[in-house]
Antibody
Framework: EVQLVESGGGLVQAGGSLRLSCAAS????????MSWVRQAPGKGLEWVAN????????YFVDSVTGRFTISRDNAKNSVYLQMNSLRAEDTAVYYC????????????????WGRGSLVTVSS | SSVLTQPPSVSVAPGQTARITCGGN??????VHWYQHKPGQAPVLVVF???ERPSGIPERFSGSDSGKTATLTISRAEAGDEADYYC???????????FGPGTKVTVL
């Protein structure tokens, strides 16, 4: 079964750090671009960051640039989101999502999602 | 960068048809994708590349594109279709994924 499982969420004080992990199974992880998408309480979905198959290309939404980093370990079938200098507005459920194309060029949509990990930043 | 618009809510009677629109200043010529999201669950891709349906998604879900507006149509609506629906595209200018604000579908 194709699956993504997030972990690492929790309660953190403003200015603190947290590292989210996403474990993939059921597909050849190293073939796919991967993304993190978040949903703040009562709000809609917001793309946060993505990374290409080899980890050499990374992109971020403007609001997290310089504070968040994305990485992956293809040997462990995992992608990570390191979140530093956290703010109250980063409070959200963070979803790991797979790009819809297993080829070099991304499809630019998400065909597999995890159930999410809640990050709460207290001010 | 692209800004997408969706109606906040759509109501539909069981067995009837619901249509959710997605508009935007730069939507023309771009591929639009649609997700169904139920509380506490993972979002589900229901339409990609404007009109394509992933395997396992019922034929009741269909997408269309008129150039300036993309539409997700849910035919023969069922109680299980109640969810938030989001459109999404790739903004080539900013290299960002953009989501619409979401539409809450209620099956009365």
């Amino acid at each position: 079964e194709v699956q993504l499982v997030e972990s690492g969420g929790g309660l953190v004080q403003a200015g603190g750090s947290l590292r989210l992990s996403c474990a993939a199974s059921g597909f050849t992880f190293s073939n796919f671009w991967m993304s993190w998408v978040r949903q703040a309480p009562g709000k809609g979905l917001e793309w946060v960051a993505n990374i290409n198959q080899g980890g050499s290309e990374k992109y971020f939404v403007d609001s997290v640039t310089g504070r968040f980093t994305i990485s992956r370990d293809n040997a462990k079938n995992s992608v990570y989101l390191q979140m530093n200098s956290l703010r109250a507005e980063d409070t959200a459920v963070y979803y790991c999502a797979r790009d819809g194309s297993g080829s070099y060029y991304p499809a630019r949509y998400f065909d597999i999602w995890g159930r999410g990990s809640l990050v709460t930043v207290s001010s | 960068s692209s800004v997408l618009t969706q109606p906040p809510s759509v109501s539909v009677a069981p067995g009837q048809t619901a249509r959710i629109t997605c508009g935007g200043n730069n939507i023309g010529g771009k591929s639009v994708h649609w997700y169904q999201h139920k509380p506490g669950q993972a979002p589900v891709l229901v339409v990609f590349d404007d009109i394509e349906r992933p395997s396992g998604i019922p034929e009741r879900f269909s997408g269309s594109d008129s150039g300036k507006t993309a539409t997700l149509t849910i035919s023969r609506a069922e109680a299980g279709d109640e969810a938030d629906y989001y459109c999404q595209l790739w903004d080539y200018n900013s290299d960002h994924y953009v989501f619409g604000p979401g539409t809450k579908v209620t099956v009365l």
